[in-house]
């Protein structure tokens, strides 16, 4: 089970998990090969299935989830709406997330789409992955929509180098400039680049980090030992000392099946960081709930 503080669980019974990928067999596959193609030691099976994600989530106290989805070919995009839109019919403790393609015409369209016929809370996307750059005009309609809409952008940061692409801090900075309106979710926090994502959030009040994999980056970095607290680290002390400040504005999730360890020893790293319980709460708990009370009230309800 995961090694969480007894005070963090009281009155929860579980956690929010607010990064996850249950997609379709075809992608998850694909996802699995991918990640085996540079970790061949990752302890989740290649031929994982909804079935086993949900069984992970359901053992270890995970109550509710985001569901994320992104298209890597622009005929996906339909595709994967709607079977992220069946996952929610399906399975109410799920939270959707839509997404497209920058090659996508009709961005404005999926948006609301996505937004107002399938329920889904904002859009995602990865830049990497979808080999586009955040500033491009051609991603205009579709934040124009989401900052009309007021809802959020669920985007990939951090891990550069791995990546070999860059997303600074000044290009998320200047789409929070120009559209306000638009809630933007910094997911993994520029990781490494920690000081950034916490200067990036004192500078808008929109920004929102997203701390999965961080914590098992950090332990990653560390050399994967085992027995040494990732508080004592300075990545940990960081997080301890400028987080609080951000206590309403961080979320945390797994990115399971793809995350860094497996489903309880990620959130193991996340205890692991030593947080104040009641930031630990809102982190896992309060902060995705009430994200979802706002813009799908009484689904979880």
């Keep these: 089970m995961v090694a969480m503080a ?24 694909g996802l699995m090969r991918w990640v085996r193609s540079f970790n061949p030691n990752h302890q989740v099976p290649v031929d994982v299935d909804e079935k086993y994600i949900l069984h992970d989530m359901k053992s270890l106290g995970t109550r509710y989830f985001f569901n994320l989805i992104y298209p890597l070919r622009r ?9 992220n839109y069946d996952i929610t019919c ?28 399938y329920g889904f809370i904002g859009m995602k996307l990865h830049p990497f992955v979808q080999k586009f750059s955040i500033t491009d005009s ?3 309609p579709l934040y124009e929509t989401l900052s009309e809409l007021k809802r959020p952008l669920f985007i ?3 891990f550069d180098e791995f990546y070999e692409m860059k997303l600074t801090a000044e290009q998320i900075s200047g789409i929070a400039g120009d559209y306000p309106d638009m809630p933007i979710i910094i997911s993994h926090t520029l990781f490494p680049r920690l000081d950034k994502a916490i200067e990036l959030m004192g ?4 920004i929102i980090g997203d701390l999965t994999n961080v914590p098992g980056a950090i332990r990653y970095l560390m050399g994967n030992k085992k027995n040494e607290s990732l508080s004592k680290t300075e990545a940990g002390k960081l997080l301890a000392a400028e987080l609080p400040a951000f206590a309403d504005r961080l979320l945390f999730g797994t990115d399971h099946p793809a995350g860094i360890g497996t489903y309880n ?20 708990w309060s902060n995705p709930m009430n994200m979802v009370r706002k813009y799908l009230p009484g689904r979880w309800d």
């Design 138 to 140: 051609c991603m205009s």
């Design 156 to 158: 990939h940061t951090g």
């Design 75 to 83: 005929k996906e995009t339909g595709t994967l709406n709607k079977y």
């Design 203 to 206: 500078r808008h009040e929109q």
């Design 90 to 117: 399906r399975l109410p403790n799920s939270a959707g997330w839509g997404s497209l393609h920058p090659r996508n015409e009709r961005k404005a369209e999926i948006t609301r789409q996505a937004i107002e016929q």
């Design 265 to 284: 020893s990620i959130y193991n790293d996340f205890y692991d960081l030593g947080l104040p319980v009641e930031l630990e709460k809102k982190i896992t």
């Design 6 to 29: 007894e005070s963090s669980s009281d009155n929860i019974c579980g956690v929010i998990d607010a990064h996850v990928h249950i997609t379709t067999p075809f992608r998850l596959a």
